[in-house]
């Protein structure tokens, strides 16, 4: 396996195409056009995904020797310090890259970081954990809106930006949170207690996101667009978790965290959908088979 085969693995790129939309959907739910500061918030998104992944193999290298022998640590493709390496360096990359977009944006990035860094080295294995996840999920959203009003043609509209972006942050955290939840058993055999749960957040928040703003005039193009692009998502998470709460074997519930993880730009989309451009609805729409063929290549979990 060649060294750029093996990075990509360490930094599960068929899942680094979830972490653009992030940005796209926060300028969206804010009410604002994109621009050069939503890039630099999309930019510094992939780095403390890729920072995330990194810290994550670091950390789990000792339980990924039993249960994960194949991850590039425990196999001697990766060293434990390229790898503590990469996610400082991907880090310090991400909150720069926030900092060029204004100093809120550069403080809502190192508080994704420090969340990220607590899940990875402390509140993984404790019952914070998912909640942890989620709240990076949730700030990365966040940070697309914030980074956005740092561009002169948005200035002073922060406030009510960040008030906007709110609820479509909290419906993303909670789709993490469920994910997160059934990933914590996928490879012992999952919950179907658990994978039930996350059937019905999935349910509720694809309804919810298809409803769109109540403050919307949208027309019948964003309204067909919204709704079916939660009705996708819903497809993409919720079938797999269907399959897990039915039969919590390791490989079905494998499948179900996979399919969350999918499910995030759907997801993105069609929160995108919801108030923002439908030029950067369809983009997004466009990721999910780009991750689909490198998921064949790399797996996103």
């Known amino acids: 396996m060649s060294a750029a085969r093996d990075w990509a693995d360490l930094l599960r790129v068929s899942a680094l195409c979830t972490a653009p939309g992030d940005a796209l959907a926060g300028a969206a739910a804010a009410g604002l056009r994109p621009g050069g500061c939503t890039a630099l918030a999309a930019g510094a998104s992939m780095c403390l995904y890729g920072a995330g992944m990194a810290l994550n193999d670091w950390a ?20 434990s310090g390229q790898a503590l390496a990469a996610a400082v360096a991907l880090t310090a990359a991400g909150v720069g890259l926030a900092l060029a977009a204004g100093r809120p944006a550069g403080l809502t ?19 914070a954990g998912p909640a942890a996840m989620a709240a990076t999920r949730a700030l990365d959203l966040l940070l697309g809106a914030i980074a956005t009003t740092g561009s002169p043609a948005h200035a002073g509209r922060r406030g009510p930006a960040v008030r906007r972006a709110l609820l479509p942050a909290a419906a993303l955290g909670a789709h993490t949170l469920s994910v997160t939840a059934v990933s914590r058993t996928e490879t012992r055999g999952g919950a179907p207690g658990t994978a039930l749960v996350a059937l019905g957040a999935t349910a509720v928040i694809s309804v919810l996101v298809a409803r769109g703003p109540a403050s919307s005039t949208a027309g019948t193009s964003r309204a ?4 079916g692009l939660a009705g996708v998502y819903a497809a993409t998470a919720g079938v797999p978790l269907l399959h897990a ?9 494998q499948r179900a965290v996979s399919g969350g993880i ?4 759907p997801l993105q989309a069609a929160l995108t959908a919801r108030s923002g451009p439908l030029t950067a609805a369809a983009l997004l729409t466009a990721l999910a088979p780009v991750a689909r063929r490198l998921a064949r290549k790399v797996s996103p979990t």
């Open 60 to 79: 789990d290298r000792e339980e990924d020797a039993v249960d994960r022998p194949h991850r590039p640590l425990p196999s001697g493709r990766i060293t």
């Open 109 to 127: 990035a190192a508080t994704l970081a420090g969340t990220a860094w607590a899940y990875d080295l402390r509140l993984k294995h404790t019952p």
């Open 224 to 227: 067909l667009a919204r709704s």
């Open 245 to 253: 709460a039915l039969n919590p074997s390791p490989p079905l519930s």
């Open 262 to 265: 999918r499910a995030v730009i």
